[in-house]
């Protein structure tokens, strides 16, 4: 009798359990109708023909799984849509999206839109607040359509997206950072390849405090700019051969990303270009500076790397400079000798070259080719000797604390650099009494 009641539970519980798996055979019945109307909808306007040759998958055959669709994903326990692509339907001419067909998508997470000739987005329900009825969505890809300005009345509903792609669209004008205000979960925004101009509102990217990649490329059309202070954001990759375009610009701050890769030839381009920095990025690996070799204007140029595989700036390459700068800083990048293209300037006032790997004497050479040099500072190298030249120096501040200097202090140093206020020779092995010059004028 025990037995029989045994086998009666396992049949039912087996019944049970086939029930549920054949249930999950196909999504729900909601969202197989939302997807066929919105294959109808694209449908119209495509230039593949009919409903049956727009995503041929997506039929009325009710054994088809629409989980299994093209372009369709499900989560495997709800069978609700969680990923969704268009498949590039190939409209003839544009065409406007109802976003309303996308609601009954309540679980979809990431939504693929791109090359579909959208050139516009509409609700007559619920306006512009129409894409915040999709709370999970995180992705959102509308690159290489014809969308306008007028989506960003759309977009800053979508309060959930981390990722959006707007690249390759007919965006113009200032830079939408106010109208994306709202999307404070977004950690990776494209915007390359439209027509922004305009001034370069950098501190309203305080608004996207989760924003971890931004593409550079968005700036490459903005061919007027004169300014672009992009420092202290989290730029990622390489940095754009486009941004060569630029040929008024006069001052570029790249420094505090995460920038890698070497400078683009492209940057020989740069024909007005005065300041240049890229300090405290992830550079990593040879690093060729000869991009900058034309640049007739460059007076400012920093650079230094953040990565624990250093960066190594070339120092032998022979070619000779255009630029006479007046700041010269490469910290901490892997420098055994002063690259070549030093001891073409005449005009520097500021040398830092802390953090390298630059042995032997200290360069007094510096002091006597730039005439107007007020601060030196050599800091954590393996330098071993100092000895100064007879030339006086208006030098006025000298660091080169944590180096491998012993023996004495250069007799001379006090009128040879009469006009020192600041010296820093800490963490070497230097003996003995300061010279008795110093403190003489």
């Not at 329900?125 to 915040?132: F, T």
């Not at 981390?162 to 950690?187: H, Q």
Request: with cysteine.
């Amino acid at each position: 009798m025990e037995g029989k009641v045994l086998l009666g539970q396992s049949l039912i519980w087996a019944i049970i359990l086939l029930g549920q798996i054949h249930g999950y055979e196909s999504c729900t019945v909601k969202e197989r109708n939302a997807l066929l109307e919105l294959k109808k909808h694209v449908s119209l306007h495509s230039i593949k023909g009919g409903l049956s040759l727009v995503l041929p998958t997506w039929n009325n055959d009710t054994k088809s799984d629409c989980c299994r669709w093209w372009g369709v994903k499900c989560n495997r326990t709800s069978r609700r849509v969680t990923k969704l692509s268009l498949g590039k339907p190939f409209f003839l001419g544009t065409s406007l999206l109802n976003l309303s067909l996308l609601h009954p998508f309540e679980e979809v997470q990431s939504l693929d839109l791109s090359e579909s000739s959208f050139n516009g987005l509409f609700d007559d329900v619920e306006g512009y607040q129409s894409l915040r009825r999709l709370r999970n969505l995180e992705i959102l890809d509308l690159s290489s359509n014809m969308f306008d300005n007028s989506i960003f009345l759309f977009l800053n509903a979508a309060t959930s997206l981390t990722t959006l792609f707007l690249g390759e669209n007919y965006m113009d004008g200032p830079f939408p950072v106010k109208e994306l205000k709202d999307l404070t979960n977004l950690e990776m925004l494209d915007l390359s390849d439209n027509m922004f101009n305009g001034s370069m509102p950098v501190r309203e990217f305080s608004y996207l405090k989760k924003l971890k990649s931004l593409n550079l490329g968005v700036f490459c059309e903005m061919e007027n700019l004169r300014e672009l202070d992009l420092g202290g954001n989290y730029f990622v990759g390489q940095l754009p051969m486009c941004l060569g375009r630029l040929k008024k610009l006069r001052f570029l701050d790249l420094s505090s990303n995460q920038l890698s890769g070497n400078l683009p030839s492209s940057f020989s381009g740069l024909e007005s270009l005065e300041y240049l920095s890229l300090l405290d990025n992830s550079f990593q690996g040879f690093f060729s500076l000869n991009p900058l070799a034309s640049l007739t204007n460059l007076k400012v140029f920093k650079i230094s790397s953040t990565s624990s595989d250093m960066v190594k700036i070339e120092t032998e390459s022979t070619w000779q400079p255009k630029f006479q700068l007046s700041v010269a800083v490469l910290r901490f990048c892997s420098l055994e000798e002063i690259p070549y293209f030093l001891v073409y300037q005449k005009n520097l006032r500021l040398v830092d070259l802390s953090g390298n790997r630059l042995s032997g004497n200290i360069p007094t050479w510096l002091l006597e080719n730039n005439p107007k040099l007020q601060v030196l500072k050599l800091t954590n190298n393996s330098f071993t000797s100092f000895q100064m030249s007879t030339m006086v120096h208006d030098l006025q501040v000298l660091d080169f604390s944590e180096n491998h200097i012993s023996g004495l202090f250069p007799g001379n140093i006090g009128k040879a650099l009469p006009s020192l206020v600041y010296m820093n020779g800490s963490k070497n092995g230097l003996q003995g009494n300061l010279p008795s010059s110093m403190g003489v004028r």
